[in-house]
């Protein structure tokens, strides 16, 4: 019975951690956050195009070592795991 339940459960886990995600929010660089017709600077400003949406300027200064090793060790155990449930599963029953 419990063979049978494994299924269901593995479903309801992916369902859930995507209807989480669902709801993460996007990193969007627009300026959403003025009211139409108001662009929140001095008219008089001079210089690109200020109506224009683009990213912001991060630098350089960002060192992403840390979660590119983080996300391949990650993901290494995972394969891992799945590497060791597929060789501990034993035959598979004949449909």
Not at 10 to 28: D, E, K, Q, Y
Not at 41 to 53: Q, V
Request: charged share 10%; proline share 7%.
């Amino acid at each position: 019975m419990a063979i049978t339940r494994r299924p269901l459960l593995t479903a309801t886990a992916a369902g859930t951690l995507l209807c989480a995600l669902w709801f993460v929010p996007s990193a969007n660089a627009g300026d959403a956050s003025t009211a139409p017709g108001t662009t929140g600077r001095n008219a008089t400003t001079t210089g690109p195009d200020l109506g224009s949406t683009t990213l912001a300027e991060t630098g350089t200064g960002i060192d992403t070592t840390p979660y590119l090793v983080g996300g391949m060790t990650l993901l290494g155990i995972g394969a891992g795991f799945v590497t060791y449930a597929g060789r501990r599963g034993g035959p598979r029953p004949a449909l």
